[in-house]
């Protein structure tokens, strides 16, 4: 996996621009991989770009049959799952900063959960297991407060944060076994 550090941030933007886009129906699968590969084209952004650029895709086509879920919330909470367990952390940390700015009381908390929990394995992909560590303590502590039914996936991911969050510590995890998001 090639490590986002090395990539500027305007790559990623452009990337999860990209996303945005196919996810409301702008742009097909098949135009953001060519648009993905009209950004590889930079030399500084091959690697990274064409890593990434698959697992947008198959992102996307998971997220294409949530697109029809009435509620919003759940809605989000499906295609953020869907950008975490494709290893897309930035960008599900992104699309579900968008949710969590709309929502209230502990929906509101527990978005923040999840978009710290995405938040720190990017921050890992960046070479900062300490920072990611920390922000894995956050999410797991806010994922704690869950009661609602709609969180009720919530421990099993709080104990796979714990386990990851200890594997960073230890120096032994790995990104290819980072926890799934498993909204139900």
């Excluded at 990539?7 to 999860?16: A, E, G, H, N």
């Excluded at 995405?118 to 704690?144: C, I, N, Q, T, Y």
């Amino acid at each position: 996996m090639s490590r986002p550090a090395a990539v500027p941030i305007d790559c990623r933007d452009q990337l999860y621009a990209l996303f945005v886009q196919a996810l409301a129906g702008k742009l097909t699968p098949e135009q953001l991989l060519v648009r993905g590969r009209t950004l590889a084209m930079r030399a500084d952004w091959r690697a990274y770009v064409q890593e990434r650029i698959l697992r947008f895709e198959r992102a996307l086509r998971a997220c294409q049959m949530m697109l029809s879920e009435p509620d919003a919330l759940t809605r989000d909470l499906r295609i953020g799952a869907s950008l975490f367990n494709e290893g897309l952390f930035f960008d599900c940390h992104e699309y579900l900063e968008g949710a969590w700015r709309r929502a209230e009381g502990e929906d509101k908390l527990m978005l923040q959960g999840l978009v710290q929990a995405a938040a720190g394995l990017h921050k890992f992909e960046l070479g900062s297991p300490d920072g990611a560590a920390e922000l894995l303590e956050k999410a797991a502590a806010k994922l704690r407060q869950a009661s609602a039914p709609r969180w009720a996936f919530a421990p099993g991911f709080v104990s796979d944060i714990d386990d990851a969050r200890r594997r960073l510590l230890e120096g032994s995890f790995d990104p290819g076994s980072a926890p799934k998001l498993r909204i139900p």
